[in-house]
Structures are given as structure tokens and as C-alpha cells.
């Protein structure tokens, strides 16, 4: 385990489709985290999670998005009805439950909307 | 809420000078943690510095170095010996003592010339 994974690295998608993209963190990292990036801009949290417990969401996070890690490992970030303002970079980050100390971000996934 | 801003959107420097990157930060905290990171075009953000807000000390890496002004809410990336491979967009962090979410600033695209 080397690091953190996010899966597609890349999705394109119709408007109005869903779309659902998975995070694997470091093992052995109980926090995961959630960051939209636009082109040129620095990333904006939206959500995350300690263990499986979901602690905090932005107001970014609107109805059509919804994140889960169900068994406290892997996390997926969904959005549903996708708008071409969804066009961004979605990064996760894992971190232990204490200090930044290995706060560690992963690739991301790109997600372009048409 | 915490608010991070970086008022130079570009910067350059020749090799092998010195360049010094802004950021001033606002927050009601007394302890937190500041982070300089390094997102090089389509790969992943990566940390450079951290800053512990307590520390009176500025943080130190090999030819990364902080100028921590606490009383100013002033956080400057300092980068001796400028090399090719330091071309990249740094942003600004700001993180708070629950260890969660980190707030970002607008980032400065830095260029290295030959």
C-alpha cells in the first residue's frame, strides 16, 4: 500500500447522467476526505469521514452528490443528475485519526461533463 | 470561517535564485497548522512545509523555508536555489486543530527559466 487510489482517473459523461467514483486510502489511515478542484483554483472540501462515520459536509455537497465508505476502507463519491459545473478534479485524501502528519492526496479523478 | 488568500497568481524566477511565494490567512483559532503544497500539471498535490501555529520557530526544508508571521496572519514560502523540477502551482493551506479539513488559497502558478 503505497499511497492513496482513486478510481477512473478520468470519466467523461452525458448531463444528466450519474456518475460514481471510488477512493482507496492508505491502509491503515482511519480519516478520508473529499475536495473538488476546478482548473486554476485550489480545492474546496466537501466532505469526511472517520472510520465510517460521515463527520462533516460542505454546503458545497448539494442533494445530487452523496458520498459513503460503508466499512471504514474504500469511499465512493456519487453524483447523480450530472451539470457541466460538476466539471472538476475530485480529490480524496487520507489522513490517521490524529495530527496532518501523512495527510496524503491522491491523483484524482477528472470528470468532464458535455 | 477560515479564509486563505494568495494574491500572486504567477510568479518566475531563473534557475538557481530565489523566489518568494505570499499567503495571509484568516481565522479566531490561536492554534492551528499552516501547509504550503506543490501540484505539479495533472500529477498529485504534494506537501512541501507544514507550519505549526505554537512553534514560534519557521519550519525549514532542505531549500524550502517559511516566514511565519502570527501576529499578521502572514504564512511566505521561501525557495532557495530554484530548480527546473520546482515549476508547478503551489497553494496555500490552512488547518485547524480537529485535523480535518483543510482550507486552500487560490494558488500561484510558479515558473522556472533556464
Known amino acids: 500500500d503505497t499511497g492513496v487510489s482513486q478510481d477512473p482517473r478520468h470519466k467523461i459523461t452525458k448531463r444528466g447522467q450519474n456518475v460514481t467514483f471510488r477512493c482507496d486510502p492508505i491502509?491503515?489511515?482511519?480519516?478520508l476526505y473529499w475536495y473538488r478542484q476546478t482548473l486554476g483554483q485550489g480545492p474546496e472540501f466537501l466532505t469526511y469521514f472517520q472510520n465510517e462515520a460521515q463527520l462533516e459536509k460542505s454546503r458545497l455537497l448539494s442533494d445530487r452528490f452523496s458520498a459513503e465508505r460503508p466499512k471504514g476502507s474504500f469511499s465512493t463519491l456519487e453524483i447523480q443528475r450530472t451539470e457541466q459545473g460538476d466539471s472538476a478534479m475530485y480529490l480524496c485524501?487520507?489522513?490517521?485519526?490524529?495530527?496532518?502528519?501523512?495527510?496524503?492526496f491522491g491523483s484524482g479523478t477528472r470528470l468532464t461533463v458535455v | 470561517a477560515q479564509t486563505v488568500t494568495q494574491s500572486q497568481p504567477e510568479m518566475s524566477v531563473q534557475e538557481a535564485e530565489t523566489v518568494t511565494l505570499s499567503c495571509t490567512y484568516d481565522?479566531?483559532?490561536?492554534?492551528?497548522?499552516l501547509f504550503w503544497y506543490k501540484q505539479p500539471p495533472s500529477r498529485q498535490m504534494i506537501l512541501v512545509i507544514r507550519q505549526e501555529a505554537y512553534k514560534q520557530q519557521n519550519a525549514t526544508e532542505n531549500r524550502f523555508s517559511v516566514n511565519f508571521q502570527k501576529a499578521a496572519k502572514s504564512f511566505s514560502l521561501k525557495i532557495s536555489d530554484s530548480q527546473l523540477g520546482d515549476a508547478a502551482m503551489y497553494f496555500c493551506?490552512?488547518?485547524?486543530?480537529?485535523?480535518?479539513?483543510?482550507?486552500f488559497g487560490q494558488g500561484t502558478i510558479l515558473t522556472v527559466h533556464p
Open positions: 493551506a490552512y488547518g485547524g486543530t480537529s485535523y480535518g479539513k483543510l482550507t
Open positions: 491502509s491503515e489511515h482511519n480519516r
Open positions: 481565522t479566531s483559532e490561536s492554534d492551528y497548522y
Open positions: 485524501a487520507s489522513s490517521p485519526t490524529t495530527g496532518y502528519y501523512g495527510y496524503t
